[in-house]
């Protein structure tokens, strides 16, 4: 995937088109002017990027908040698969750009204003987990759906949290052949890796959120300190994560972590590859 920096970005400005692909209420707060947006962790992201971009051979440049989030990476790597074939992805986003000095459009309100408070029940229809299975000769990846959830606040400031993956509705993405591809999750599903029979299900428990004072919007904002329980073993897991406020009834969130599946008791060791990381 072809990708770009600030400095070009800011000579091409006028002449591609600019999708800012965070949610609805990042935008409002800020995007590169001009911008259009069209959120990568809607369904309808491809639909809506559609109606804004007919032509699937214009010039478009993705960006999110920046490394280390893989949103725009994830937005383009669709487009591309959905058969837009000029698509760049701005990969330090956000970040980046006003790290230039580069000027934003937005209200810069949204999240400052609202104090959210309560127990906040995921989303399991909208949610999604993507995971990358690579070792030093190969990746696949694809997604996981949620099985349940639920995050803690209180004063906008975040307490507790937890999660819970499906690991009968795990899918890949990149295998084209259908034969290989149901090999693969059928072998994903049995007691070499996750002996899914028997562990339906896989947590996190995040049993202390530490507050990020440096971040930018956009940008991780908490440490979530926990546990992974995956095929009945628990180990440790730390990792940075976005938890923002949508409105007072709404929150979004967004992180990435890796874990490494032999400490789960998953000893398979093949040419090929291991789901060991996941984005949500």
Not at 49 to 68: N, R, T
Not at 98 to 121: C, H, M, R, W
Not at 158 to 177: G, H, K, Y
Request: with cysteine; glycine share 8%; net charge negative.
């Amino acid at each position: 995937m072809k990708t770009i920096a600030a400095a070009e970005l800011k000579t091409l400005q006028k002449n591609v088109t600019l999708i800012h692909v965070l949610p609805e209420e990042h935008f409002a707060q800020q995007h590169l002017p001009g911008a259009l947006n069209a959120c990568v962790y809607e369904m309808v992201f491809l639909s809506k990027v559609a109606e804004l971009v007919p032509d699937k051979s214009a010039a478009m440049i993705v960006y999110g908040a920046g490394a280390p989030s893989l949103d725009s990476t994830t937005a383009a790597e669709k487009l591309a698969k959905a058969g837009y074939t000029n698509v760049r992805d701005f990969r330090g986003g956000l970040t980046e750009w006003q790290q230039n000095g580069l000027a934003v459009e937005g209200t810069g309100l949204i999240g400052d204003s609202i104090n959210p408070d309560g127990l906040f029940k995921v989303d399991v229809e909208t949610s999604v987990v993507r995971w990358t299975g690579r070792n030093l000769f190969n990746h696949h990846q694809g997604t996981i759906k949620l099985a349940g959830g639920r995050i803690e606040v209180q004063n906008g400031a975040l307490q507790a949290a937890s999660f819970t993956l499906d690991m009968n509705r795990i899918v890949c993405e990149d295998l084209v052949d259908t034969a290989y591809n149901a090999l693969l999750i059928r072998h994903l599903r049995d007691d070499d890796f996750f002996a899914v029979d028997q562990f339906p299900t896989a947590e996190f428990v995040c049993e202390r959120a530490e507050p990020l004072p440096s971040c930018t919007p956009g940008t991780p904002n908490y440490t979530l300190h926990g546990a992974m329980k995956l095929r009945g073993v628990t180990q440790p897991l730390s990792f940075p994560a976005v938890i923002a406020a949508a409105d007072a009834d709404h929150l979004i969130g967004q992180a990435q972590f890796e874990i490494d599946r032999t400490q789960f008791g998953s000893q398979y060791a093949p040419a090929g590859c291991l789901p060991s990381s996941a984005s949500t």
